[in-house]
């Protein structure tokens, strides 16, 4: 009778999980059962496992250890809890009564336990509306996938609670988990930050940019045929390029591969008499400007700079060389200028380092090998840069703040090198795109003392030019002289005076929505419901209207990524507050601190796109 019932709960409420136990088949090396404890007869599971046996929970009083169990931890009542390892479910049970308004989620790393605790005990306490989650690891590929949708799904702080005897019982399993958790959490944070960080700069300058964009090559639409099958070298800033100018004179004098710089490593090319046949770059920020610095005070004209569309936008104007864009993915801009998609303008992910973005730029345009080279992710001999390459607050050698950030990777050789936890993450997410192309294209790593690269080998350049690269005059420069420009200014300009027309709405209707959700927050906290639903219709008629124009969906939305994220998962949780005038006061709160974003972003927006309509006449 207990099993049918809980079939019928997790039918209703976490279907995925009663299908993983129709489907499974004991293929652990331990098995569990259930037996009464000692003092109250409450059950207590019991794991057999290597011919010893061990309890779950205690075999005297099960609930009274449970109690303690929370009892050891403050919880914020904003906070997200966390719990690893259900057993047969008391700890849960515990909370919940304690704290029902805390969202959880619970995660069973063992098939056969949850079995268990289906068996033995009414599950009816995994009906709480705020269960957001039950995930079950079946060992297979779904309970990664699983985590990873878990972590971008939960807000603020999380609280991890888990239950004692797994860490000693279930070793593996745990300390695999925590790591998981450990790096989705830690790139999340990441990518939230920079989100946050970028978000506006790579709006501002999409925009600042437009005059170059419409007056350039798209590097990723225009002919490519020069290109196939033919080798690229992307030459990085780190320490290990030194050892490789010479083999990189004698490929540039003969011919053997396209070089093409990433970001700084222009400068140590150029200060060793190396001219790239292009440099690449995308960074929004204000520093980029400095990376060309040599070539805009020389003014060498010879190197053809392709840039992404969100690059800081005074790395441009000065440039004395050809130049060639490639929008990226982040861009809302161009693609709204050009009434054009993401998909006809071939735009191309951002990424944390433009190396990675240049080998999805290389499987594109058809090079074939790549290789690597100054690519050292990591630090040699006190150096963070190749010699010759610093700016103002980051010399080339390591700093005291960069040692005590030290972290330790593989090496090529298989050693242990120092590095930090940015060149991890890059190294991470170069691995994983080199992992989506390596079936087509063949990748090689020639960096010296530099980290490990999955499926990119290491090779002596030497090595490289004896295998890879035995053909003199394969490249073949012409696309240089590429004269396509693929936009209209006149869709652009059509684009402008739409806006114009928008701007003059919102110049009314921001005061406005402004007024009325303050007005229906002093309705709410008069528990005036009549008025409040009333005031909310009219906010939000202005405010779907807003949503539907160009300026919101090009601008202000992605302006705020991170943020909007934030609300529609807000508002979702919202919706389970019982209380009417509770619930009220949380969706307008909501909603006012939104507003009041996108009213400071456009105010700042406002005279960059008047800017923008002067100079596109």
């Known amino acids: 009778m207990i099993l049918t019932n809980n079939e019928v709960i997790l039918k209703r409420r976490f279907p995925q999980v009663l299908e993983q136990l129709d489907n499974h088949t004991s293929s652990s090396n331990f098995i569990v059962s259930a037996q009464p404890s000692k003092i109250n007869g409450a059950y207590t599971a019991v794991v057999e496992k290597n011919a010893s046996t061990t309890y779950l929970h205690s075999k005297y009083d099960p609930i009274h250890e449970a109690e303690k169990i929370i009892e050891a931890y403050e919880i914020d009542q904003s906070s997200h809890v966390l719990f690893y390892g259900i057993g047969l479910g008391y700890h849960v049970e515990q909370f919940i009564q304690r704290n029902p308004e805390v969202e959880i989620t619970v995660i069973e790393p063992h098939l056969g336990v949850f079995d268990t605790l289906v068996r033995t005990r009414d599950v009816q306490f995994l009906e709480h509306k705020n269960i957001r989650e039950l995930i079950v690891d079946d060992q297979s590929d779904l309970f990664i996938q699983q985590i990873y949708e878990w972590v971008n799904l939960v807000n603020g702080s999380v609280v991890y609670i888990p239950l004692p005897s797994y860490r000693r019982l279930f070793s593996e399993h745990y300390e695999r988990f925590e790591q998981l958790f450990t790096n989705l959490a830690s790139q999340k944070a990441y990518n939230l930050r920079a989100t946050r960080m970028m978000q506006k700069p790579w709006i501002m300058n999409s925009l600042l940019n437009m005059k170059d964009i419409l007056s350039t090559p798209n590097f990723l639409t225009m002919d490519h045929s020069v290109f196939k099958g033919k080798p690229a070298i992307i030459v990085s800033a780190g320490p290990s390029l030194a050892d490789e100018i010479e083999h990189l004179k004698y490929i540039k004098k003969n011919g053997l591969a396209y070089i093409f710089s990433a970001g700084s490593a222009i400068q140590a090319l150029i200060a060793n008499g190396i001219e790239p046949d292009a440099a690449f770059t995308y960074d929004p920020m204000k520093n980029n400007k400095n990376v060309f610095r040599t070539v805009v005070e020389k003014g060498i004209q010879s190197i053809p700079l392709v840039f992404g569309t969100s690059v800081y936008h005074e790395t441009l104007p000065d440039y004395p060389g050809s130049k060639f864009h490639m929008v990226m993915q982040q861009d809302q801009v161009t693609p709204m200028m050009t009434a054009k998609s993401k998909q006809e303008l071939n735009s191309v992910p951002d990424a944390v380092s433009i190396a990675i973005i240049m080998v999805h730029v290389m499987q594109r345009i058809g090079c074939n090998p790549v290789i690597f080279a100054g690519q050292n992710l990591g630090y040699r001999n006190s150096q963070f840069y190749s010699t010759g390459i610093g700016y103002k607050g980051r010399p080339d050698t390591l700093t005291e703040r960069d040692r005590k950030n030290v972290i330790y990777t593989e090496d090529v050789y298989g050693n242990q090198i120092e590095t930090n936890e940015g060149f991890e993450r890059m190294k991470s997410e170069l691995g994983a795109v080199i992992e989506r192309y390596a079936d087509d294209m063949t990748f090689i790593n020639t960096t010296k003392g530099g980290a490990k690269i999955e499926r990119a080998p290491f090779m002596d350049m030497e090595r490289v030019i004896e295998t890879y690269l035995a053909e003199s005059g394969v490249v073949d420069n012409t696309w240089q002289q590429c004269l396509d420009r693929p936009y209209r200014l006149q869709t652009a300009i059509d684009a402008v005076v739409q806006l114009a027309e928008e701007i003059e709405w919102l110049d009314r209707m921001f005061p406005l929505m402004l007024k009325q959700i303050d007005e229906a927050n002093a309705a709410a906290a008069a528990n005036d419901q009549q008025k409040v639903d009333k005031l909310l219709a009219k906010f939000d008629h202005q405010f779907m209207k807003m949503k539907k124009m160009k300026i919101y969906l090009s601008f202000l939305e992605p302006m705020n990524a991170a943020q909007v ?46 800017i923008l309509r002067s100079r596109l006449g």
Do not use: G, H, W
């Open 565 to 610: 994220e934030m609300m529609v998962k807000n508002l979702e949780r919202f919706q389970t507050v019982e209380d009417y005038f509770k619930r009220a006061e949380k969706i307008i709160s909501e909603f006012k601190a939104f507003i009041c974003k996108c009213f400071d972003d456009y105010e700042e927006l406002r005279p960059v796109l008047m």
